[in-house]
């Protein structure tokens, strides 16, 4: 939100260890744009029989001192990169380290240790000019220069999810009634927005993901901001949240966006996970909120038969409590290789947690939609390859088994969210698919890739799956569901 020292990918989207053979992670950006390519360490060649083991390698010299220092494996572990950083698990551990030998962390401590590197691999991809993303700089680490380079396989990786994503999510928002056919309210109409018009988004183990503040912060050319009212929670490590707290606080570039100070929230006592919550406005009706809160602690909050984690402590307490969460407007949910990392009951009752609370309500169109980013086909010569790799970097993936294809996918969103519509693609489907033709030909000018069959098997590893229920969008998610 570090590590025994071996190779290995952990799958895209997840976070890692941070090695001295570090993982390069595919990691958020933004929408591609180009621009003159900034001077990058060139990766070493990748020779194909190998790429298995060289998923999670930089490919690169050794570490430089430079922008955070460290390289590894971003939020989105190895090749296809996690979230941007948007996202490894997210569940605090007790402590530090584990039980174990001295020096060892416990596997709470691996994920939470590399949202650095994940920074680092949204760099890659921005530096290249794949992606443009404004505000990746900042959560970069204190140096200069140019990120450590990923491989070209692995860029691309961090390119076509972060482009998949982005599709579903900028579908979701766009699905409110627009600014050009809804008319200004008076001076005197009420300061909270119809529920008609805000949309909400809560991103699991957001790290340092910056697509919250691409979205809110993005204009239109005559200055209105291109989404308006939306509600974007992040929920992650304490330390993580206050990290980023800070970052929005002391970066003119971003500080200028807010319309005031972040104001900090605290649940009420007796809730379950006591947590704190931080807000930022920015504007129109666009706020960011970030929850520090181990994601157990909704699963056990959740009421459900799924949760098996409830402590004698917390029996009979309170629920959760996510300050600024509303429940009566349209709310996608977000996991970028975040679920992954629980028990699969856990990983369902966090599912439920939500799914309890937002139901389809055609007087405010609130209705539920998920969208999940994960690995798949552990069973095949790939697939074990990559899971050996991870077990033996002391990174485990619990539902990876359990929900191992796209088919699997869709029926847990039906099963444990009782969703109504699911569709999935693979990362190499959104790349033939999703991906234009010229926009294929900029990004192979950008950097071309030689290794095409590894990483059609690479890209066919990793899945991202969405589902939703209610009208608000089965409208704004048709064209989805029908590609």
């Known amino acids: 939100m570090v590590s025994p020292p071996k190779t290995g990918p952990p799958p895209p989207g997840s976070r890692a260890v941070s090695t001295p053979t570090p993982t390069p992670a595919l990691d958020s950006a933004s929408n591609p744009t180009p621009h003159p390519t900034p001077s990058v360490t060139p990766p070493q060649p990748m020779a194909a029989p190998s790429i298995p083991n060289l998923l999670g390698r930089l490919g690169n010299g050794p570490p430089r001192s430079g922008r955070g220092g460290r390289r590894g494996v971003g939020r989105g572990g190895s090749s296809l990169g996690g979230p941007t950083g948007s996202g490894p698990a997210r ?61 070209p396989i692995i860029n691309r990786g961090t390119y076509t999810r972060t482009q998949g994503l982005d599709k579903i999510i900028r579908a979701f928002l766009s699905g409110a009634p627009s600014r050009e056919t809804t008319p200004e309210p008076s001076p005197q109409a009420v300061q909270t927005p119809s529920p008609l018009h805000v949309r909400q988004i809560v991103s699991l183990g957001a790290g340092t993901d910056t697509r919250s503040l691409r979205l809110l912060a993005q204009k239109l050319p005559d200055g209105h901001a291109a989404f308006q009212n939306v509600i974007y929670h992040e929920i992650d490590f304490p330390t993580v949240c206050a990290r980023k707290r800070n970052i929005v606080q002391s970066v003119p570039a ?16 007796g809730a379950i996970g006591i947590h704190r919550s931080w807000r930022a406005g920015l504007g129109q009706g666009n706020e960011l909120w970030a929850h520090g809160l181990d994601l157990r602690e909704l699963a056990a909050g959740s009421g459900s038969s799924f949760s098996t984690n409830t402590t004698n402590s917390e029996k009979g307490r309170s629920d959760v409590v996510l300050a600024g969460f509303r429940t009566d407007v349209p709310t996608l949910l977000v996991s970028e290789c975040c679920l992954c990392y629980l028990q699969p009951p856990e990983a369902a009752a966090v599912l439920r947690w939500f799914a309890d609370r937002i ?50 996918q869709e029926a847990r ?21 999703w991906v234009a033709a010229e926009e294929q030909e900029r990004v192979n000018r950008l950097e071309g890739l030689d290794e095409v069959e590894e990483w059609g098997l690479l890209a066919s590893h990793y899945v991202v799956v969405w589902g939703s229920q209610g009208a608000y969008f089965d409208t704004a998610w048709a064209e989805l569901y029908e590609q």
């Open 413 to 433: 969103l039906v099963q444990e969210a009782g969703l109504a519509r699911t569709k999935h693609r693979t990362i190499d489907q959104i790349w033939s698919a």
């Open 254 to 269: 971003i500080r200028s966006l807010l319309e005031g100070p972040v104001t900090e929230h605290s649940p009420l006592a």
């Open 91 to 151: 569940f605090a551990p007790p402590s530090q380290h584990g039980g174990g030998m001295p020096g060892k962390m416990d596997h709470s401590g691996i994920i939470q240790s590399t949202d650095t590197d994940a920074a680092l691999s949204r760099m890659s991809a921005v530096d290249l000019g794949l992606l443009q993303d404004p505000f990746a700089q900042y959560f970069a680490g204190d140096g200069g220069g140019p990120a450590p380079r990923r491989l």
């Open 359 to 408: 139901h389809p309500q055609p007087a405010s169109l609130a209705g539920l939609g998920v969208v999940i980013y994960e690995p798949i086909r552990p069973f095949d010569a790939f697939g074990r390859t990559m899971v050996a790799n991870l077990a033996g970097r002391g990174i485990q993936m619990p539902t990876l088994a359990a929900y191992p294809d796209g088919a699997a």
